[in-house]
C-alpha cells in the first residue's frame, strides 16, 4: 500500500503572497485532492526581521480569495502542530541535541575572521573544496561541550559523513539530478544566536509533519542535497522533490514588480475571478492534455498530476489571464452572473440602491443579464455597458466622439424624425425587441442610406454611444416613453 500524501506550502510572511507562492500553494492543493491526501499550510516565519503577523494575515487572507482550503495549519489546526516556526523553535533545538550526542553534528567555534581567512586560502591555493575547512569537526566531544559551557560562542554544523559521495536526487520535474560529493559542505544548522537555519527547520518540519512530497520553486533545488544531509542525519525519510520553474515576464527576466501587479491581491482587487485566477496560475507549467485552457477547480483537483508539471519556465501573459477571466464570465448562468457580477457592480457604480425600496425585476434583470454578460471581461465592465439602460433622457451622458460621428451629421436629423415616427406608433404593450427591431427595418431602405449609417444614429441616439448591446433588447428594458424622449433630446444635436 502507499503512504498517504502529506504535501505543505509554506510561505515566508515577509511580504504579500505573489504570484509565483501562490502557483506553488495551487500545485501542493491540487496535488493533495489529486491523490485524497492532507494539505497543510505552514508558515516559515523563523526570520523575524523580516517576518510580520501582518503579512501572515494578508497570505492567510489570499489562500482563502483563492479558495485552496488548508486541512492542517493555522485557523484550522491539526495533530502535527504548531504550524508556524516560532512555535516550534524546542523542537528544533531538541533536534540539533539528538545530532550532537549522536555525533552527527559538532559546534564549531570559528570566529567570522578565521572563516574568511581559510575561505582566502582555499581560493588561494585552488582547492578542489571550497567549503567550511571542518577546522572544529575534530575536537573531542568534552572539550567542546566544556567550551560551550563557558559560553564561547558557537555555531553547529552538520557533519556530512566521510564517504557520503555524491548525492543524486529523483526531482519529478527535472529528473535525476546529481550533486558532487565536493559541494557538500558541513554547513550550519544552527547560528550563534540559537536560531536555526532555512535548511534544519525545514527538514525537521517536513521529517516531523510526515510530509510525503516537497513541491516548491526550483530556487530552492540547489537546498536539497543539504536537506537531504539533514534527513539522514534524523534518520527520516526523504520525501519526493518536485522542482517547478521560475515565471517569467515576457522579456523572459524572472517576474518582478517591473512586470505590473504581482501580488494575489492586487488581482482580487482588480476584480479577477478567484476561479479564472487559480485556472491561469495552474497552467503555468502545467497542463491537462496541452491544449485545454479552461479547467474548473473540480478538474484540476481531480486530475492534477506531477507528471505534466513542464521542466520548463513558463511566461506570465496578462493578457491571456484577461482572456480566462472573460471566459469565466461568459460561461456563467445567468443567475450566476447577475448575483455576483452585474448587481455587486451595478450597486458599487452606484446605479442601483443596495437595498432598493422597490426589488427590481427578476424578468427585466435577466435580460439585463443576457445582453451585458457577453460584453463582460473584468466586472467592472458591466456597470460600464449597463450604464446607459440605468439613464434616463435627462441624465444619460452622451459621448462627444460619438455623437459627431453617429449624430451630428448631415440627413441624421430626418434618420431620427423617422425613427421616432416608426417607433412612436408602437403601443406601449408592444414595446419589445422584436417589434422594435421590426420598425427600424425598414428605415435604411427608405431613406437610401445604409443600415449601418441608420442604427449608428439611433444607437448614440438612444445609449449616447457606439457600442452598446444589440438595440431592440437594449431599448426594451429601457422603455418605451423614455426612448422618444432620448430621441427628442438627441434630436437637436442632429443634422
Ligand atoms: N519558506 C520557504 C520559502 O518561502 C519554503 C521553501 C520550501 O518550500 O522549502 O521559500
Redesign the pocket.
Known amino acids: 500500500m502507499t503512504q498517504p500524501v502529506r504535501v ?5 510572511p515577509t511580504g504579500k503572497l505573489h504570484i509565483g ?1 501562490a502557483r ?1 500553494a495551487i500545485y501542493n492543493w491540487a496535488f493533495a485532492r489529486a491523490n485524497h491526501g492532507t494539505f497543510i499550510l505552514r508558515i ?1 516565519d523563523t526570520d523575524p526581521t523580516r517576518s510580520t503577523e501582518e503579512n501572515t494575515q494578508v497570505i492567510l487572507r489570499a489562500m482563502r480569495w483563492l479558495g485552496l482550503d488548508w486541512d492542517e495549519g493555522p485557523e484550522v489546526g491539526g495533530d502535527f502542530g504548531p504550524y508556524a516556526q516560532t512555535e516550534r523553535l524546542a523542537l528544533y533545538r531538541e533536534a540539533a541535541e539528538r545530532l550532537l550526542a549522536e555525533g552527527k553534528a559538532y559546534p564549531c567555534f570559528c570566529t567570522p575572521e578565521q572563516l574568511a581567512e581559510d575561505r582566502a586560502a582555499a581560493q588561494a591555493r585552488k582547492d578542489p573544496f571550497q567549503g567550511y575547512q571542518r577546522r572544529c569537526r575534530n575536537i573531542p566531544a568534552d572539550e567542546a561541550r566544556a567550551r560551550m559551557e563557558a559560553g564561547e560562542p558557537y555555531t553547529i554544523r552538520i557533519k556530512v559523513p566521510e564517504d557520503r559521495g555524491d548525492v543524486v536526487i529523483d526531482d519529478a520535474v527535472h529528473g535525476e539530478v546529481t550533486f558532487a560529493a565536493k559541494e557538500l559542505d558541513d554547513f550550519v544548522i544552527f547560528r550563534s544566536d540559537g536560531t536555526p537555519t ?1 535548511n534544519f527547520a ?1 527538514v525537521v518540519d ?1 521529517a516531523a509533519m510526515g510530509i510525503t512530497h ?1 513541491i ?2 526550483d ?2 533545488l540547489s ?1 536539497t542535497p543539504r536537506q537531504v544531509m539533514v534527513y539522514e542525519a534524523l534518520g527520516a525519510p526523504v520525501p519526493v522533490f518536485a522542482h517547478i520553474s521560475m515565471i517569467l515576464g515576457a522579456d523572459g527576466k524572472k517576474l518582478s514588480k517591473r512586470h505590473g501587479a504581482t501580488s494575489v491581491e492586487e488581482y482580487r482587487d482588480a476584480g479577477y475571478l478567484s476561479d479564472a485566477f487559480v485556472n491561469y496560475l495552474a497552467l503555468l507549467g502545467w497542463s491537462l492534455d496541452g491544449e485545454t485552457t479552461i479547467i474548473p477547480r473540480d478538474v484540476l483537483a481531480r486530475e492534477f498530476s506531477l507528471e505534466r508539471i513542464s521542466k520548463n519556465p513558463a511566461t506570465f501573459d496578462p493578457k491571456k489571464l484577461d482572456w480566462v477571466n472573460a471566459e469565466y464570465i461568459n460561461r456563467m448562468d445567468n443567475a450566476t452572473f447577475t448575483q455576483e457580477i452585474l448587481l455587486p457592480q451595478l450597486v458599487e457604480a452606484g446605479l442601483l440602491d443596495p437595498e432598493p425600496a422597490v426589488s427590481i425585476d427578476e424578468e427585466w434583470t435577466d435580460r439585463l443579464a443576457e445582453i451585458v454578460r457577453p460584453r463582460t471581461k473584468m466586472p467592472a465592465d458591466a456597470a460600464q455597458v449597463a450604464a446607459p439602460i440605468f439613464a434616463t433622457a435627462e441624465t444619460l451622458v452622451y459621448d462627444e466622439k460619438a455623437v459627431s460621428k453617429g449624430l451630428a451629421k448631415e440627413g441624421m436629423g430626418a434618420v431620427l424624425d423617422r425613427a421616432r415616427e416608426a417607433l412612436g406608433s408602437l403601443a406601449e404593450d408592444a414595446w419589445t425587441a422584436e417589434a422594435i427591431d421590426a420598425a427600424l427595418e425598414p428605415l435604411p431602405e427608405a431613406l437610401d442610406l445604409k443600415k449601418r449609417v441608420v442604427f449608428q444614429a439611433v444607437r448614440v441616439a438612444i445609449c449616447g454611444n457606439l457600442v452598446s448591446p444589440p438595440l431592440g433588447e437594449t431599448m426594451a428594458l429601457i422603455g418605451r416613453a423614455d426612448c422618444l424622449a432620448r430621441i427628442d433630446r438627441a434630436r437637436t444635436m442632429a443634422l
Open positions: 505543505r506550502f509554506a510561505p515566508s507562492g506553488t516559515d532555512y525545514t517536513d516537497v516548491r520553486g530556487d530552492h537546498n
